[in-house]
T-cell receptor, first 114, second 110 residues
């Protein structure tokens, strides 16, 4: 069964450093998403991406964040100048279409900022 | 602003003891209501999407229903392997973002 994969599973970084989280969405899916979940809190939407551009973003997704689809299979989230409060699980998701669709989530990357 | 409230926060059931989880929502133009299961340290696993009031969907011991204000996830004769956090999320007509509730943590004991 096709699934979303994410690397690395755990990333530890120093405050102020840049990190890139990687995702391989399900191969025939066209819509890609990033969510985060701070420990003990709810899953929060960050951004959606379609046709090589951002289609929707939340207030959390400020200039510190960027997304890219560098090739036909990968989807990345870059976090510049990380802060302690960026520590969270980051989930990538993908869906076949925008409306009337299921979003399938990856296993997540645990980001720890020291 | 959209609101998604799940209750109870935590639920402990004996194996075989049926119950329901509630998701109350306020959203401007609902496209769909989603149920996910999340195991500790894992990503949400898709269960159901409901699109209109009166709709019902079933999968094994789970049945999801939808009204104009809330959704229920009914668990019939649960087993210990049903222990997980169950998440409800709403999607607006105007976008594709999922707005999640805080979840209900379910523990089923043998």
């Amino acid at each position: 069964e096709p699934e979303v994969t994410q690397t690395p599973s755990h990333q530890v970084t120093q405050m102020g450093q840049e990190v890139i989280l990687r995702c391989v969405p399900i191969s025939n899916h066209l819509y890609f998403y990033w969510y985060r979940q701070i420990l003990g809190q709810k899953v929060e939407f960050l951004v959606s991406f379609y046709n090589n551009e951002i289609s929707e973003k939340s207030e959390i997704f400020d200039d510190q964040f960027s997304v890219e689809r560098p090739d036909g299979s990968n989807f990345t989230l870059k976090i510049r100048s990380t802060k302690l409060e960026d520590s969270a699980m980051y989930f990538c998701a993908s869906s076949a279409s925008g409306s009337r669709n299921e979003q399938f989530f990856g296993p997540g990357t645990r980001l720890t900022v020291l | 602003e959209d609101q998604v409230t799940q209750s109870p926060e935590a639920l402990r059931l004996q194996e075989g003891e049926s119950s329901s989880l509630n998701c109350s929502y306020t959203v401007s133009g609902l496209r769909g209501l989603f149920w996910y299961r999340q195991d500790p340290g894992k990503g949400p696993e898709f269960l159901f999407t409901l699109y209109s009031a009166g709709e019902e969907k079933e999968k094994e011991r789970l049945k999801a229903t939808l009204t104009k204000k809330e959704s229920f996830l009914h668990i019939t004769a649960p087993k210990p392997e049903d222990s997980a956090t169950y998440l409800c999320a709403v999607q607006r007509n105007s976008g594709y973002a999922l707005n999640f509730g805080k979840g209900t943590s379910l523990l089923v004991t043998p």
